[in-house]
């Protein structure tokens, strides 16, 4: 939850938050989630989450897909309207007007300004 709500954060650790809903299913979801929305990072938890579920479906692991999808579902009725980056707020004008422009529809669905995709975490999923 620390690293969700950091407002800059190392691009690495960054990129490992997709990580730990694949490595740690049994996560306390009710916690996290309460969390992310006290402080108002449900967006960010949404969209990283996203990111593992599609992951799962890459390798294949459709219980965890699924159990992922449910997460995802129960964020949605929270999804702030917001414009948020994904632990960047650092980024210049240029940068951000650049992602708003080239973001996954991902991204733009949980209104981040990323241009980080699943594509990009062969070297931290399972």
């Not at 969209?47 to 599609?54: D, G, M, P, S």
Request: with cysteine; glycine share 2%.
């Amino acid at each position: 939850m620390e690293a969700l709500d950091s407002d800059d954060l190392d691009l690495r650790v960054t990129e490992a938050l997709a990580w730990l809903p694949l490595a740690y299913p049994h996560l306390d979801w009710d916690w996290l989630t309460a969390n992310a929305k006290l402080r108002d990072r449900q967006n960010r938890l949404g969209f990283v989450v996203e990111l593992a579920r599609q992951a799962a479906a890459r390798e294949g692991r459709s219980q965890l897909e699924e159990k992922l999808a449910n997460r995802i579902a129960k964020l949605e009725s929270s999804r702030l309207v917001k414009e948020d980056t994904l632990c960047k707020e650092s980024m210049t004008r240029a940068e951000r007007a650049w992602l708003r422009e080239h973001r996954s529809k991902s991204a733009e669905h949980w209104n981040l300004l990323t241009d980080l995709t699943v594509e990009q975490l062969d070297h931290v999923v399972l």
